[in-house]
DNA sequence: CGTAGCTTTGAGTGTTATCAACTCTCGTGG
DNA sequence: CCACGAGAGTTGATAACACTCAAAGCTACG
């Protein structure tokens, strides 16, 4: 198969991971449940899983056997055009869901790849349906937690149909500074663990657009950039480009409307 | 409300329409389920609702309280932009459900309005929770269309992030002529119930795009156009455009959808 | 260190948005 | 019955934004 079982074999003993010790359980699936359905939960959660850059958690036509919860690191989930093209309809962070497209038709729609070294849990999809038959709470999020990736892919089509480059950028610089701060890590300093290229065929853009992009975000005192280095110098300046600029102060620099 | 009563009070008499009955339930939510699960769904079904040309079925921000599926006519989904900008999100005909995306939050994050004369039977949240508790295949089948429509949203987005204008209108008849088909409409000739510029926002182009490539496509004799009337001469050829047409046209590989 | 991949920057091109004028249809009211 | 106006659609001219092609600089990793 795609993933090396070699990835796996690394601190089996570990492999009774605990939800509850898990500093992610108020972003992933537990939301909302009592302690002892979180113990169910741990209990059909099968294995975790190493992943290493470049590795494919599964890909398209792959049979739906489980959904998968990101614990550290993070994927990006792509889908091909007949002619090659790539769209990627997602990075993944800690604490997100993985496999959800797939329910429709039990056949993986995408391609999901590491973009470095990332580990899942892995929540077998019969067992996680007998499990919210069970507990209602866990139903209710689950369907939340669908809802919530439509909405959010309902938001990329806003941008991929209404922005401009610079809005779409920005939009993304925010969004991840927003789920960095999450996950408890700075929400003005990061790492982006994707190429140029793949933030391009995320937001329907050339990679060189996105580079001279960042080069001006950069002159314009928006951001610092060092490769793969980000630093949010202006939040209100990158909120305001993007148009959803509540505390937006006069970074008009073109009238974009 | 933003809805009319005098909508609802035409045919009292039929508020109680049998699922059992409808020629939409193999499109619908009662797919794969036995006789008495339909028939407590349909006791669920709190009545069915009227909507005109131009009604809101519900606002951004209204709180979910009921999902609806379209009965007969169309709906169109759409979010608001700071700058006044409109996305489409979808188009909603016969036998799709509305409203999921506003289960994450409890609020509709999207307007729907009605595009002609419309009628859909209102499922109140709270009981078809309930229902998928004491019916399994209730409960795989909801979270199958919530994961059809996280698929076909990013089918959206690989249209507007990687399709050039003429690909996406292309794509976009092929839908419509699949969906018709399915409803045992023809799939070849049909009304389209959206104006260009809904066609546009939807498809992210300016209308006189739209209305260009309509005309182009009447030229180069794969469809014939007559204001809303669409006729397709060459399917084929249509979905030939939908992989990226403009250069030689020799696809291997077969369409997507 | 050397190579391969990633990133930056430049120059030129083209697809598509924008602005504008005109037609057509349809419903309304004079 | 026709004039009128509003909304929808078509078509043309122009220009901008982002893509493509190209080359050089940089980074990372074996």
Same mark, same amino acid.
């Given at each position: 198969m795609s !993933? #090396?079982? +070699?990835?796996? $074999?690394? @601190?089996? @003993?570990r492999m009774k991971h605990a939800c509850r010790e898990c500093s992610l359980r108020e972003l992933c699936l537990p939301v909302g449940l009592s302690?002892?359905?979180?113990?169910?939960? /741990? @209990?059909?959660? #099968?294995r975790r899983k190493t992943l290493k850059k470049g590795d494919f958690l599964y890909r $398209? +036509?792959?049979?739906l056997s489980a959904l998968y919860a990101v614990s550290s690191g993070s994927i990006k989930t792509s889908e091909l055009a007949h002619d090659g093209d790539i769209q990627i309809t997602g990075f993944h962070l800690p604490g997100e869901l993985l496999g959800i497209d797939a329910?429709? !038709?039990d056949l993986h729609p995408c391609d999901a790849v590491a973009l470095e070294t990332t580990v899942v849990c892995e929540l077998p999809m019969g067992k996680l349906e007998d499990l919210a038959r069970d507990i209602p709470s866990l139903?209710?999020?689950l369907l939340r937690v669908l809802s919530r990736e439509i909405v959010q892919d309902e938001n990329l089509l806003m941008m991929l149909g209404k922005m401009n480059a /610079?809005?779409?950028?920005?939009?993304?610089?925010?969004?991840? &500074?927003?789920r960095f701060e999450r996950l408890g890590h700075s929400g003005t300093k990061f790492k982006l &663990?994707?190429?140029r290229q793949d933030l391009g065929d995320y937001l329907g853009l050339a990679l060189e657009t996105v580079s001279r992009l960042f080069s001006r975000f950069q002159e314009e +005192?928006?951001?610092r950039v060092e490769g793969r280095h980000i630093q949010l110098l202006n939040l209100a300046g990158l909120r305001a480009l993007t148009g959803k600029g509540a505390a937006g102060q006069g970074s008009r620099h073109q009238p974009v409307a």
């Open positions: !993933t #090396k079982e +070699g990835a796996t $074999v690394v @601190n089996l @003993n302690d002892t359905d979180i113990r169910s939960l /741990e @209990n059909m959660i #099968k $398209v +036509g792959d049979p329910i429709s !038709t139903q209710r999020q /610079e809005a779409r950028l920005a939009a993304c610089l925010v969004s991840f &500074s927003e &663990s994707m190429s +005192g928006l951001i």
